[in-house]
T-cell receptor, first 109, second 117 residues
Framework: GQNIDQPTEMTATEGAIVQINCTYQ??????LFWYQQHAGEAPTFLSY??LDGLEEKGRFSSFLSRSKGYSYLLLKELQMKDSASYLC??????????WGAGTKLIIKP | GAVVSQHPSWVICKSGTSVKIECRSL??????MFWYRQFPKQSLMLMATSNEGSKATYEQGVEKDKFLINHASLTLSTLTVTSAHPEDSSFYICSAPTPSGPDNEQFFGPGTRLTVL
């Protein structure tokens, strides 16, 4: 079956750096997405990786290793507003998005 | 950027009634829209793919007669939860792939929280 694993919850301190990992096992691979979802709201797009390596976008970076079935989202200079759930999703061989359960990130002052 | 709207944002209804949720792409045309359901602290679950001008494609385990989908135009898809029951209470989210962005990136509507009493 298809599976995406991410930690359920993480805690970090304001101003620090946090790395959220995602491992996947899917039938085919056509890209990996990271989305941010605040409580009670819909997800918003953060990043997209289809080739190995690091994609940097401001305070957020996303890394992909296709051979390892692994990605991480790196958040720098954490702010209180970064408290949210972070969803990893992989597009499989049928171009269908397979979603992880999300990682709830708690930022403490 | 692309905007997807949903209406209503929340609804409370009695068991046995039907509820219609609208999903609109505001500044682009969407031949395909996706309907998701999300229970508390769980992942997004794709319910169905809505196709303009043709029948929706439902995921395994989703009752097509209970969750009626109509994609009547290039900017509007509707999901009707028929004879709703308390177990249908959930957060329903629609999304649409955008003309631009990476490999059909999806933009999400704000979601509709359904509570069935």
């Amino acid at each position: 079956g298809q599976n995406i694993d991410q930690p359920t919850e993480m805690t970090a301190t304001e101003g620090a750096i946090v790395q959220i990992n995602c491992t996947y096992q899917t039938s085919g691979f056509n890209g990996l997405f990271w989305y941010q979802q605040h409580a009670g709201e819909a997800p918003t797009f953060l990043s997209y990786n289809v080739l190995d390596g690091l994609e940097e976008k401001g305070r957020f970076s996303s890394f992909l290793s296709r051979s390892k079935g692994y990605s991480y989202l790196l958040l720098k200079e954490l702010q209180m507003k970064d408290s949210a759930s972070y969803l990893c999703a992989v597009k499989d061989s049928n171009y269908q998005l397979i979603w992880g359960a999300g990682t709830k990130l708690i930022i403490k002052p | 950027g692309a905007v997807v709207s949903q209406h209503p944002s929340w609804v409370i209804c009695k068991s046995g009634t039907s509820v219609k949720i609208e999903c609109r792409s505001l500044d682009f045309q969407a031949t395909t829209m996706f309907w998701y359901r999300q229970f508390p602290k769980q992942s997004l679950m794709l319910m169905a793919t809505s196709n303009e001008g043709s029948k929706a494609t439902y995921e395994q385990g989703v009752e097509k007669d209970k969750f009626l989908i109509n994609h009547a135009s290039l900017t509007l898809s509707t999901l009707t939860v028929t004879s709703a029951h308390p177990e249908d209470s959930s957060f329903y989210i629609c999304s649409a792939p955008t003309p631009s962005g990476p490999d059909n990136e999806q933009f999400f509507g704000p979601g509709t929280r359904l509570t069935v009493l």
